[in-house]
């Protein structure tokens, strides 16, 4: 079978930290690069600032990393929330780094990492759109804190601010559509794999003789009474290995079609339609072999 809801939205999570990981990554590269460079010395009363906010980069980057590889799939979506938060508590931080170290001076670099550069990436990795407006609201304090004593200069950066918030927000209400739709469809699509499924049991039942469901041990899971009554056997035959019920000399030939049954399923999990047949023996109660 196809991966189902949860897997899909797990695969997709784990897909949207990594890349938040890999970005930071390339962030705080340009970070450190700024801190320690001895060339320009235009550049040095930055070194304090983006040493610091490289620490605290790298420190979301580590927090996320690790909110994905200890967590099973039944805490993944509830950790990797709490360390989101983690994050945009981390970026006022660096905020506050930008406003403690640029102040009211003239230089634009500090201005645009704090004021657009953290708000746009944040709208792009923040899954919460509560956490997120949230973060906005600290963000904007900031904003006209940072600019108490200089509204002359400061207005064109919190027009600049409120701006982009609003298209942050438009962003984030179309990203949440987005995920809505994909979970609608994820959602449809399982119930459009179930029905099939039910609808092939059922042409097989009229059709065949018997049939028997196995699970992924190769053991009979569901009740089998026509497959019990071909073989002249006792019960529904649940719980029973199937590969008890076969021919010793045909056993290999079993083993090797359902490993190409899992390879296949493995190689293309979007299709998990297999219409390959192979013909063996089963064994009655009284040890005969019965062609099936």
């Not at 580590?62 to 909110?67: N, P, Q, T, V």
Request: charged share 20%; hydrophobic share 45%.
């Amino acid at each position: 079978r196809g991966m189902t809801l949860d897997k899909a939205e797990e695969y997709l999570l784990r897909q949207s930290v990594e890349m938040y990981i890999l970005s930071t990554v390339y962030s705080v590269v340009m970070y450190f690069a700024v801190a320690v460079q001895p060339f320009y010395e235009q550049l040095t009363h930055l070194r304090q600032a983006t040493f610091l906010i490289g620490v605290l980069a790298s420190s979301c980057a580590g927090i996320m990393g690790l909110a994905v590889h200890v967590s099973t799939a039944s805490e993944l979506v509830n950790r990797v929330r709490n360390a989101e938060k983690i994050c945009l508590v981390a970026r006022l931080l660096m905020h506050g780094v930008c406003i403690v170290y640029d102040g009211d001076s003239s230089f634009v670099f500090l201005k645009l990492v704090s004021l657009w550069i953290h708000p746009l990436s944040s709208a792009k990795e923040a899954n919460s759109s509560q956490a997120f407006k949230s973060y906005l609201a600290v963000h904007n304090l900031l904003v006209l804190l940072r600019f108490r004593h200089d509204w002359e200069g400061g207005l064109p950066w919190i027009i600049g601010t409120l701006v982009m918030d609003r298209m942050l927000l438009d962003w984030q209400v179309s990203k949440l559509e987005r995920r809505r739709s994909r979970e609608e469809l994820a959602m449809a699509h399982v119930c459009l794999e179930q029905a099939a499924e039910v609808t092939t049991k059922r042409l097989f039942g009229r059709f065949c003789d018997a049939t028997a469901t196995l699970n992924a041990d190769l053991d009979i899971s569901e009740p089998a009474q026509q497959l019990a009554v071909m073989l002249g056997k006792q019960g529904d035959m649940v719980g029973r290995t199937f590969s008890s019920l076969i021919d010793s000399e045909d056993l290999q030939t079993f083993a090797d079609h359902m490993e190409k049954v899992k390879r296949d399923l493995s190689e293309n999990p979007a299709d998990p339609v297999h219409s390959e047949s192979v013909q063996i023996r089963l064994l009655d109660a009284f040890a005969k072999p019965v062609p099936v």
